[in-house]
């Protein structure tokens, strides 16, 4: 268990300290930061609950084709664990180079908020430790989806689009994201709406469409109840209603402005969904997470008076040290991220 303390004590300890970096040491921070939560992710050693499963993953792609490994299910991951199999790698050297693109995103977003490091610390408790270490495709998707959200916000709806298609090559749900580009549009409504519709179409085709009786059926009727889905959705609700309440004190363009009420919005739509189906809904509900590190990287600055600032800042440091604690302590399925182990420590 000290491990995860560690990793959230890295935010944690440049918040409390206050510590100022200029430009080169910020690019050099991140750096570290970027490369330490890579290889904690890439070289954990029988932590996540489909460990075997992924292990099972990479033997089958030893001796098929290239394009049976593109044929089958999701093909990023899978041409991914063929190439790694042809190399005679490991299940460490996938879990690594998918740990490097979902901290790419992690990263790219957090730095991209007016308080990075709490941006940090509001993602290590569930979206580094509990995504990162435990649903590996969906984590490369969720990081590209990071990496989508960082360019809509900049008005770059091509990168968008190109990032959450590379997304779903690793996990076919984040075609789900494509139809925020539109929702958020502020101009050429109309061929914004034609585009990603078309593009929503071709992802829909190349992703889903043919497994999609098989995602209904796995997904929805047969719904194995997720443990603790209700309790993640509503972690996305509570920073979703404090954007909907407090969205004036916030200083974003409009594209900003919409894009986040429509996020905001998908996340409070997810507390009925989840009673309906807790399996389909949490899977989708991952790609909500943003919410939270958007909302409370940003809250400090409703108040203007800086000692305001600075509990309104401790009270998120407060609030994510206590999610990991509930977590840790009290999760179903923790025991099996428990205890953290590196390949070189078994």
Same mark, same amino acid.
């Given at each position: 268990?000290?491990?995860?303390?560690?990793?959230?004590?890295?935010?944690?300890?440049?918040?409390?300290?206050?510590?100022?970096?200029?430009?080169?040491?910020?690019?050099?921070?991140?750096?570290?930061?970027?490369?330490?939560?890579?290889?904690?992710?890439?070289?954990?050693?029988?932590?996540?609950?489909?460990?075997?499963?992924?292990?099972?993953?990479?033997?089958?792609?030893?001796?098929?084709?290239?394009?049976?490994?593109?044929?089958?299910?999701?093909?990023?991951?899978?041409?991914?664990?063929?190439?790694?199999?042809?190399?005679?790698?490991?299940?460490?050297?996938?879990?690594?180079?998918?740990?490097?693109?979902?901290?790419?995103?992690?990263?790219?977003?957090?730095?991209?908020?007016?308080?990075?490091?709490?941006?940090?610390?509001?993602?290590?408790?569930?979206?580094?430790?509990?995504?990162?270490?435990?649903?590996?495709?969906? @984590?490369?998707? =969720?990081? &590209?989806? +990071?990496?989508? $959200?960082?360019?809509?916000? *900049?008005?770059?709806?091509?990168? #968008?689009?190109?990032?959450?298609?590379?997304?779903?090559?690793?996990?076919? @749900?984040?075609? =789900?994201? &494509?139809? +925020?580009?539109? $929702?958020?549009?502020?101009? *050429?409504?109309?061929?914004?709406? #034609?585009?990603?519709?078309?593009?929503?179409?071709?992802?829909?085709?190349?992703?889903?469409?043919?497994?999609?009786?098989?995602?209904?059926?796995?997904?929805?009727?047969?719904?194995?109840?997720?443990?603790?889905?209700?309790?993640?959705?509503?972690?996305?609700?509570?920073?979703?209603?404090?954007?909907?309440?407090?969205?004036?004190?916030?200083?974003?363009?409009?594209?900003?402005?919409?894009?986040?009420?429509?996020?905001?919005?998908?996340?409070?739509?997810?507390?009925?969904?989840?009673?309906?189906?807790?399996?389909?809904?949490?899977?989708?509900?991952?790609?909500?997470?943003?919410?939270?590190?958007?909302?409370?990287?940003?809250?400090?600055?409703?108040?203007?008076?800086?000692?305001?600032?600075?509990?309104?800042?401790?009270?998120?440091?407060?609030?994510?040290?206590?999610?990991?604690?509930?977590?840790?302590?009290?999760?179903?399925?923790?025991?099996?991220?428990?205890?953290?182990?590196?390949?070189?420590?078994?």
């Amino acid at each position: 268990m000290v491990p995860y303390w560690l990793f959230l004590a890295i935010p944690v300890g440049v918040i409390v300290a206050n510590l100022r970096f200029n430009e080169r040491s910020k690019v050099w921070a991140w750096a570290m930061v970027w490369m330490f939560f890579s290889f904690a992710i890439g070289l954990r050693f029988e932590v996540g609950g489909d460990w075997n499963a992924y292990i099972r993953l990479l033997q089958v792609q030893d001796g098929k084709t290239f394009w049976s490994a593109l044929t089958a299910g999701d093909p990023g991951y899978y041409a991914l664990n063929w190439l790694v199999a042809q190399l005679g790698g490991s299940i460490y050297l996938v879990n690594t180079i998918c740990g490097m693109v979902f901290m790419a995103g992690v990263v790219r977003f957090a730095r991209s908020q007016p308080l990075p490091w709490l941006a940090l610390l509001v993602s290590v408790p569930y979206m580094i430790i509990v995504v990162g270490m435990g649903y590996t495709r969906q @984590s490369v998707a =969720l990081g &590209l989806v +990071l990496i989508s $959200l960082v360019s809509l916000t *900049n008005g770059k709806i091509r990168w #968008f689009v190109f990032w959450v298609m590379i997304g779903a090559s690793f996990h076919k @749900s984040a075609i =789900l994201m &494509l139809p +925020l580009a539109a $929702l958020s549009a502020t101009s *050429n409504r109309f061929w914004s709406l #034609f585009w990603i519709s078309l593009m929503s179409l071709l992802g829909g085709y190349l992703f889903v469409f043919d497994s999609a009786e098989e995602l209904w059926v796995n997904y929805v009727e047969a719904d194995l109840h997720s443990q603790g889905g209700l309790v993640r959705v509503l972690m996305n609700a509570i920073p979703a209603m404090l954007f909907l309440g407090f969205r004036s004190y916030f200083l974003l363009s409009e594209s900003e402005r919409k894009l986040w009420f429509w996020m905001s919005l998908l996340a409070l739509i997810c507390i009925p969904l989840v009673i309906i189906s807790s399996t389909a809904t949490d899977r989708v509900a991952l790609y909500l997470i943003p919410v939270q590190v958007f909302v409370f990287s940003r809250f400090p600055f409703i108040v203007s008076d800086p000692r305001q600032r600075g509990l309104i800042t401790l009270a998120v440091v407060g609030y994510y040290i206590l999610v990991q604690a509930v977590w840790l302590l009290f999760a179903t399925n923790a025991a099996k991220w428990l205890p953290y182990q590196a390949s070189f420590m078994a």
